[in-house]
């Protein structure tokens, strides 16, 4: 059995406590690691770590700073068929899509943040002949940073990369339900000879170790991506302590399709933006918003698509779904099934749990890709995140109303467009409240790109200088000579 160690002032160690936590595997059922049940001891210790090279990191050099994280992205590019894939284990995604997806963007995040800070210019303002403003920038202090299981390490450094770019040390903390190539990144980070203390991370449960670093009053910054409701939860136990928050939430993303759009171009990427990842993409759409007349041959064609996806062992390059994450998750999603059944949708294909043939993945967390119809807008399953494998499907006849249905929910993180008419894509663009918008494509990157929801989606944004930024504190220096 694997044992996961927490990494602490530059060492792999057990937490205090001596307790662990089982690991499952979501494509069997079984455990296979156990992983530190750490608490606020294991965080205060994190804490003393990164407090000792807190200074020395802000004032490491930039060109150091970028050559350890571009050491630590190509380490990571060196073992990523190891990461991939377990990452896959541990997350019950396809290996295809670990090794295309997650780990050569983990690669990159490192990268990006890297150069990144090579070749950044500092502010001045010239206020009349004599006098002038500077605006030097300095690193917060040391960063919380806490991810969730959906996108492991790659969400993981989406946060880690800028922190340790900025200057700040930093408490991370992965989802304790996917902690495995986090447990990896420490091993790397040893290996690419990161000083000491400069990136600790700390597994174990939101409630007990996550708690911990959020009240610490030591860390005067959170990133934290995760469910609206544990964010709600992180802003109030925070905000009173005036720490920096940012805040990456749930979405109920809507996909608009225009009769006019390229069909056969929208129809594959929409089959992806629905079930990649079994659905569990924070900017997977979710509800469909199909233009009438098109209405029925998008339907019949995304069924005959969606019906023949393969599911099964997320280890075999043939599965296009592997399991969702875990029991729980499961429970939670086909309970939205039920729910969607009593609000008068009907399946289309799907709704059910799926069970594999091969003996081994019989208890995994499979699930049927799920398509519902003849739903209102405004019901529950339409409105609530369900954040896996299930999509709804509705016709509308404007865009004015494809626009009020898609901006009804307490969301607005990302949302896509599908048109060949330019100024129907831009009007529609403008006029939705989301964060990110895909006009015919989706979940194209560009890291420099601000990257954040509206609403209940979450505050503040990532992405590019937005991220560095958020991990520094900005000082304007006035001078009259
Ligand atoms: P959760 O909110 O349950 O957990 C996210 C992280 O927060 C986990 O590491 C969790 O630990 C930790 N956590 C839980 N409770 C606390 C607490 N009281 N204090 C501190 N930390 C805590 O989200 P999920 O992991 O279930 O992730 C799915 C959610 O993430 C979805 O809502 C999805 O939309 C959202 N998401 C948003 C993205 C965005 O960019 N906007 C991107 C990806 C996902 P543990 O797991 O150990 O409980």
Not at 81 to 101: F, Q, R, Y
Not at 365 to 375: D, H, K, N, Q, S
Not at 449 to 469: D, W, Y
């Amino acid at each position: 059995m694997i044992q996961i160690r927490n990494y602490i002032g530059g060492e792999l160690i057990s937490p205090i406590s001596g307790q662990y936590l089982d690991n499952y595997n979501p494509s069997t059922g079984q455990v296979y690691a156990q992983i530190p049940d750490s608490d606020h001891h294991d965080v205060q210790l994190a804490v003393e770590a990164a407090d000792k090279v807190r200074s020395a990191w802000a004032e490491t050099s930039i060109a150091k700073r970028s050559e350890y994280l571009m050491c630590i992205a190509d380490l990571i590019e060196a073992n990523l068929d190891e990461l991939a894939m377990v990452e896959s284990i541990d997350n019950g995604k396809p290996l295809w899509l670990a090794k295309s997806v997650d780990i050569p963007r983990a690669v990159e995040n490192f990268r990006f943040f890297a150069t990144a800070i090579l070749h950044e210019s500092t502010e001045s303002h010239q206020t009349s002949i004599n006098t002038f403003n500077y605006t030097s920038a300095s690193p917060v202090g040391i960063a919380g940073c806490i991810s969730p299981w959906n996108l492991p390490l790659y969400l993981f450094t989406w946060k880690i990369a800028p922190a340790l770019a900025a200057g700040c040390p930093v408490i991370a903390k992965p989802s304790e339900i996917t902690p495995m190539t986090a447990f990896k990144l420490s091993e790397i980070c040893i290996q690419a000879g990161l000083p000491a203390g400069v990136l600790n991370i700390v597994h174990g449960l939101g409630s007990k170790a996550g708690d911990a670093i959020i009240k610490h009053k030591q860390i005067p910054a959170i990133s934290f991506t995760g469910g609206t409701q544990t964010g709600a939860y992180i802003a109030s136990q925070a905000a009173p302590m005036f720490k920096k928050l940012s805040l990456e939430l749930g979405g109920k993303n809507p996909n608009i399709i225009f009769a006019d759009c390229n069909f056969d171009e929208m129809l594959k990427t929409t089959v992806a933006s629905s079930f990649s990842n079994q659905g569990q993409i924070c900017l997977c759409g979710s509800r469909i918003f199909v233009e009438r007349p098109i209405y029925e041959k998008f339907r019949d064609a995304f069924v005959a698509r969606v019906s023949s996806m393969r599911i099964g062992d997320p280890l075999s390059p043939d599965s296009r779904l592997g399991a969702v994450v875990s029991q729980q998750h499961m429970d939670k999603v086909l309970s939205y099934i039920s729910l969607a059944i009593e609000e008068g949708g009907k399946i289309l294909t799907g709704g059910k749990r799926f069970i594999p043939e091969t003996v081994e993945h019989k208890n995994g967390y499979y699930l049927e890709p799920t398509i519902i119809e003849g739903l209102e807008y405004n019901c529950r399953t339409n409105q609530e995140e369900i954040f896996g494998p299930v999509v709804t499907i509705m016709p509308f006849d404007t865009a004015e109303e494809a626009i009020m249905m898609a901006n009804s929910t307490p969301y607005g993180l990302s949302a896509t467009i599908w048109t060949e008419s330019l100024s129907k894509a831009h009007k529609t663009a403008q006029a939705l409240h989301s964060g990110i918008i895909w006009i015919n494509c989706w979940l194209l990157r560009d890291l420099r790109t601000p990257f954040g929801g509206m609403k209940q989606s979450g505050v503040g944004r990532e992405g590019g200088f937005h991220a560095l930024n958020f991990f520094r504190e900005m000082k304007n220096v006035c001078i009259k000579y």
